[in-house]
């Protein structure tokens, strides 16, 4: 099992599903440009050595990265009628992630962030909400969105139509999930102390819950990574994953085995998307895993 930080958890088995992940939530265009120490005063102007645009979000960035392993995906997410959600589209339809249950809103721009990329990695963020917060999967939607063997949730704290009541649409949509067999996700953005009650919903429908470490101590004011585990499986959740930055991940499973495992060490340059886009990933075979 191959867990450098953490994202979905895949088994890649033969199903009769339509899909092996569909990825649900936040989709966002990110604008970065690297390196930016300092923005310059009045009207100056500096020169950087790389702007990209990328699909991101801890919907749509994990999706993509689940096509690349060579899954059968599908994103269901909210995208504005703009340039940026029409690039959003292309570019997810150039891994051949499914993009038929997307939503496009009218007269809504498409969520998105400028990223200043600093020297050491650090990526401080100006965001534009936008389409995600006008997302909503109704139980209409539920036959096609879980027609997949794993359901991935990603976004919570930052998708106002499912976040609200507490998460009701969410909730709802993780139920149903597990009642069609589906192998649930769950991945959270902005989750302050005060939305526990929205996550605290959902935790009981939840297979795999990856929080960051800054989110799960915010959300159950612990610090330790073992206690923080313990308190949400204690309320629901089965297994843990903390993305743990520079230190890795910690991951506890429902049988209480942990794993502790250290970043790569690597001369960092950039650390956007490396919560929403990392995997934790079985192959069929015990060897390759």
Not at 69 to 86: F, I, P, Q, S
Not at 109 to 122: K, M
Request: charged letters at 20%; one cysteine or more.
């Amino acid at each position: 099992v191959s867990t450098q930080s953490t994202g979905v958890h895949f088994n890649r088995i033969m199903s009769s599903k339509a899909y092996d992940c569909v990825c649900v939530g936040l989709t966002i265009l990110d604008i970065l440009g690297r390196p930016i120490n300092s923005i310059p005063s009045g009207g100056g102007v500096q020169f950087v050595d790389k702007i990209r645009l990328t699909v991101a979000g801890t919907a749509a960035g994990t999706v993509i990265d689940a096509a690349k392993l060579g899954l059968k995906t599908a994103l269901v997410g909210g995208v504005g009628d703009d340039e940026k959600g029409l690039f959003v589209i292309n570019t997810l339809s150039l891994f051949k992630v499914d993009t038929s249950l997307m939503q496009t809103i009218k007269g809504v721009d498409t969520s998105a962030s400028i990223l200043t990329i600093r020297d050491n990695g650090e990526r401080p963020a100006s965001h534009q909400r936008g389409a995600s917060d006008h997302l909503l999967v109704e139980d209409k939607d539920y036959p096609k969105v879980c027609n997949t063997k794993y359901l991935h949730m990603g976004g919570t704290g930052l998708l106002k139509k499912m976040d609200e009541n507490n998460g009701e649409k969410t909730k709802s949509l993780l139920e149903a999930a597990k009642k069609n067999g589906c192998i649930t996700t769950y991945d959270v953005l902005a989750t302050p102390k005060e939305a526990w009650p929205l996550v605290q919903s959902c935790l009981p429908s939840i297979d795999w819950f990856m929080p960051s470490m800054e989110e799960a101590v915010s959300l159950s004011g612990r610090t330790d990574p073992e206690e923080i585990a313990r308190f949400f499986q204690e309320h629901g959740a089965n297994n843990i994953v903390l993305k743990w930055g520079g230190k890795g991940s910690y991951t506890k499973t429902k049988s209480g085995n942990i794993l502790h495992v250290p970043a790569f060490k690597v001369n960092v340059t950039d650390t956007t998307g490396c919560g929403d886009a990392c995997l934790l990933y079985t192959s069929p075979s015990p060897r390759d895993s």
